[in-house]
C-alpha cells in the first residue's frame, strides 16, 4: 500500500511523518460504550474525525441531523445502496444504516484519519472493501446485567426497544473475532486509554508511513 504525500502528521520523536489515513472502527452491542468512547476520542484528538452515517431512523431527542447522522428516507437510502455510494450499509433492529463511501477514500488520501461507529455488520464489510486501511475496535460491556443498565439510564428507548436490544446483544458478542482489538469497558478511563494507545500504535504501522520513512532515511544518511 502506498503512502500518500500528505501533510497530516504522525509523531515519533519530534520528526513528523506524512502518511495514509488510519480508518478506526469501533463497534459494540448497543449500549456497551462506543458511542461514548467515540466522542472522547473525536474531543481529545484533532487529527481524526467522525465519518457521519446515513440512516433511516428517527432522529433522538439528543441528535443533531448532520452532525449525529444524515437521517434519509428509506427511498433515498435505497438509491445511494443501488448507485455504489455507500462503503458499507447494514439493517439493524429494523432501521437502515450506512456509509457514504466518497468523502472516506478523500480523507485517507489525504492523510487523515476517519472514525466509525458502527455495527458488527458494517464494519465486516468495510474490512472487506478496505482491509489494509482498517483498525477494527470491539467494545464489550463487564456484564449483561450492567448492558442493561445502560440501556436504561440512556432513556432514549422504549422498553421493548431495550428488551430487543439485549436479545441481540447475546449475538453480537459471538460476533468479536471478526475485530483486531478487544477491549472491556468495565471502567471508561480505563477503556479510553486503551483506544488512544490503539490509535497511536496504528498511525505508526509501517506500511502508512513508509514513503515518509524512506525519504528521513535518504536524509539521515546523506
Given at each position: ?5 500528505s ?91 450506512g ?118 532515511i ?5
Amino acid at each position: 500500500m502506498s503512502t500518500p504525500a500528505s501533510t497530516a502528521p504522525s509523531r515519533t520523536g519530534h520528526e513528523r511523518l506524512a502518511r495514509r489515513g488510519v480508518m478506526m472502527v469501533i463497534s459494540s452491542p448497543s449500549g456497551a460504550g462506543k458511542g461514548t468512547l467515540s466522542r472522547l476520542l473525536l474531543d481529545s484528538d484533532k487529527e481524526i474525525e467522525l465519518s457521519i452515517s446515513v440512516t433511516t431512523r428517527g432522529r433522538r431527542p439528543s441528535e443533531v441531523d448532520g452532525i449525529h447522522y444524515h437521517f434519509i428516507e428509506k427511498s433515498h437510502f435505497r438509491a445511494m445502496a443501488e448507485n455504489g455510494e455507500l462503503l458499507e450499509w447494514a439493517e439493524v433492529h429494523g432501521n437502515f444504516y450506512g456509509t457514504p463511501r466518497a468523502s472516506v477514500e478523500r480523507a485517507l488520501a489525504e492523510g487523515r484519519d476517519v472514525l466509525f461507529d458502527v455495527d458488527w455488520q458494517g464494519a465486516a464489510q468495510i474490512r472487506e472493501r478496505m482491509a489494509e486501511d482498517v483498525a477494527a475496535i470491539f467494545i464489550l460491556p463487564p456484564t449483561m446485567a450492567e448492558l442493561r443498565s445502560r440501556l436504561h439510564r440512556r432513556a432514549e428507548d422504549p422498553e421493548d426497544a431495550i428488551e430487543r436490544r439485549l436479545f441481540n446483544a447475546r449475538s453480537e458478542v459471538q460476533e468479536w473475532p471478526r475485530f483486531d482489538y478487544v477491549v472491556i469497558n468495565d471502567d471508561l478511563d480505563g477503556a479510553f486509554a486503551d483506544l488512544k494507545a490503539i490509535l497511536r500504535a496504528e498511525r505508526l504501522k509501517r506500511d502508512r508511513i513508509a514513503g515518509s520513512v524512506s525519504d528521513f532515511i535518504e536524509r539521515l544518511l546523506a
